[in-house]
């Protein structure tokens, strides 16, 4: 079967209004602007405060904005898949409800949970749906509202999360641009070290639970660190061994934004220079399956037609992985 070029036509982001500074979190734990700065890079997130608001209402954002750029009907979209860890329900998934908000009146879709690198995971199956030709417009998001299942006791993880999405619109492509390859990794040994006590089937909600703060992101950071820092560099100088490519090929990379120390060390790993990273760590900090595509929405001016990207995360499960592919426009 001949495959079918799938290529990016569209990139949206949305932010929360409410903009949370290291300033005000030393109002809250023992830490200062300085320390988060140094640390992790970060200067501000962005926090869904207002109530009745959650992930889907981001997404309904970031679909309004694709459409938009892209001059596509609503009834228009196939597909849509939603990359999040913090879903407006345990069921139904927030995909649907994303298509019920936007007026995606002919679209089905499913929930993708692979933490960090769910819009990685994502990309690279909405991809594989127009390639085989089963679909013409697909929807990817990466999204969400950390604030929903962060401890702002815990100084190790709250200064790092913010809320946030971004998504971008696959099309079929005949110029030879868009998705090129992709290598995806999964370890289930390593869940321990980056997960959520409580809340699931194996440890239900409860009295007990909710009294021990078993329902916030819980994390190992050295071991998170060494871990993310090796299984992005590999992937990605595997993905490029893979497609004769060298770094000096590669117009950009596009790390999750994690922390600016994991950034600058798969950068050196890689002998990637700076100017050639995607970083806006500073403005949104880690908004774990948005981060990739709020980096293309920052950056979209500054792509041209046929430059190389590579895109590269870490999340909990653990997940990891690269992509590669050629910017259609």
Not at 46 to 72: F, P, R, W, Y
Not at 122 to 151: E, H, N
Not at 237 to 242: I, P, T, V, W
Not at 294 to 322: H, R
Request: with cysteine.
């Amino acid at each position: 079967m001949q495959l079918i070029d799938a290529a990016i036509t569209a990139v949206h982001g949305y932010v929360p209004d409410y903009v949370l500074t290291n300033k005000e979190l030393e109002t809250m734990v023992e830490t200062n602007d300085e320390w988060i700065q140094s640390r992790t890079g970060i200067k501000q997130r962005h926090i869904q405060k207002e109530k009745g608001k959650a992930t889907s209402d981001m997404c309904v954002e970031v679909v309004k904005g694709i459409l938009e750029k892209s001059n596509t009907a609503p009834e228009d979209i196939d597909m849509i898949i939603c990359a999040t860890v913090t879903g407006d329900m345990v069921f139904p998934d927030t995909a649907n409800t994303i298509a019920d908000k936007a007026g995606l009146k002919n679209a089905f879709g499913y929930d993708i949970n692979a933490a960090c690198s769910g819009f990685l995971y994502g990309l690279t199956t909405g991809c594989q749906f127009i390639r085989t030709g089963m679909y013409k417009k697909v929807i990817v998001i990466g999204a969400d509202k950390m604030s929903s299942i962060i401890d702002y006791t815990d100084r190790a993880t709250c200064i790092i999360f913010g809320d946030g999405a971004g998504g971008v619109l696959l099309e079929p492509n005949h110029e030879g641009n868009g998705f090129q390859d992709a290598i995806l990794k999964a370890d289930g040994s390593g869940r321990d070290i980056l997960h959520m006590k409580a809340g699931g089937s194996l440890k239900p909600s409860s009295v007990e639970t909710i009294a021990a703060r078993e329902h916030f992101v819980y994390q190992e950071g050295r071991h998170v660190f060494k871990k993310a820092v090796n299984g992005m560099i590999n992937t990605t100088a595997e993905l490029l061994k893979r497609n004769d490519l060298s770094v000096d090929d590669i117009d950009w990379v596009i790390p999750h934004q994690a922390n600016i120390r994991i950034i600058n060390a798969v950068a050196d790993g890689l002998n990637c220079p700076m100017d050639k990273v995607m970083l806006n760590i500073e403005k949104y900090g880690n908004t774990t399956a948005g981060t990739l595509p709020l980096c293309l929405w920052d950056y979209e001016d500054q792509l041209k037609k046929g430059q190389n990207l590579v895109f590269t995360a870490f999340g909990g499960g653990l997940t990891w992985g690269s992509l590669y592919l050629k910017w259609a426009y």
